[in-house]
């Protein structure tokens, strides 16, 4: 199974939906209310933490908002039991990125770190977003490959799915490496046998 597959599930950007947040300690509960959730700023932007249903896709999403930008930690859920975590600074996505993949072949999970901004064109193709990047057999709880990413952002992967380039490794059954390939120009098929 190809990760452009996986990608192009149906991962979509502008969902705007959060749930109430809470936090405990020993002494304090913290806890957002229905009335602070979804709050426009004095100038009419976005602020603060934001949840709600995209009608048009169908996802459940929460998100943080800053001046009207997404900033902080974003989930989103949709009907396939797809789950999708990751973060923003200030608009541009940052950090990590896990997305879980319950009920297809085998469930599967994808977990990108190290997400850097690159705004770059590689063989013809223009990424926004370079990470390094790793599948997971969820069942087996191990990695069936790693390597270095590249992709235009989470609304992009519906359209462009997600790219590898530069050295992977590729995972045998049992979750250990099995060999090294080299992909010299940005492909989607991490099958190679």
Same mark, same amino acid.
């Given at each position: 199974?190809?990760?452009?597959? *996986? #990608? ?6 502008? %969902?705007?939906?959060? *749930? ?18 979804? $709050? ?20 459940? %999403? ?26 923003? %600074? &200030? ?8 997305? #879980? #993949? ?24 223009? #990424? ?5 990047? &790793? ?13 270095? %990413? ?7 992967? $519906? ?19 099995? &060999? ?14």
């Amino acid at each position: 199974m190809t990760l452009a597959v *996986l #990608f192009g599930i149906g991962l979509m950007a502008g %969902c705007n939906r959060g *749930l109430v947040d809470g936090e405990a300690n020993d002494s304090t509960v913290a806890i957002t209310t229905m009335e602070e959730i979804n $709050q426009y700023d004095s100038e009419g932007r976005k602020t603060g933490h934001w949840e709600y249903k995209n009608e048009s896709t169908g996802w459940l %999403c929460e998100e943080n908002y800053e001046e009207g930008v997404l900033n902080g930690h974003a989930t989103y859920y949709n009907e396939s039991n797809t789950v999708i975590e990751l973060n923003y %600074c &200030k608009g541009v996505e940052c950090g990590e990125l896990h997305i #879980f #993949f319950e009920g297809t072949e085998r469930d599967t999970g994808i977990h990108l770190t190290d997400i850097t901004k690159v705004d770059t064109m590689i063989n013809g193709y223009v #990424f926004h977003y370079r990470a390094h990047c &790793k599948t997971i057999d969820v069942y087996r709880d191990i990695y069936s490959n790693e390597g270095t %990413c590249y992709y235009e952002d989470l609304s992009g992967l $519906q359209m462009d799915g997600f790219l590898g380039v530069g050295e992977w490794t590729v995972y045998d059954r049992d979750g250990k490496t099995s &060999k090294t390939v080299t992909l010299d120009k940005p492909t989607a098929d991490f099958t190679i046998k």
